[in-house]
């Protein structure tokens, strides 16, 4: 849920900043993509870290 609000929250920005002509709108994609798929990996490293602490939690001594 955090995760999809934070997409939209970029989308939005970055839409904001090529409508009022900071940025153009090919780097505009260029860095959503970009952010957007850092945001994906870093979310995938954190679920698997998650993953790996409970395991390691969880196993017998």
Known sequence: M???????QVKFLVG????????SKWYGTIWTTVTLTKLHLYNDIHVKF????SLEYNLPN
Do not use: Q, R
Not at 16 to 23: A, E, H, R, T
Not at 50 to 53: G, Q, S, V
């Open 2 to 8: 955090l995760a999809k609000l934070v997409i939209m």
């Open 16 to 23: 904001v900043f090529i409508s009022k002509g900071l940025i």
């Open 50 to 53: 998650c993953e790996l602490k």
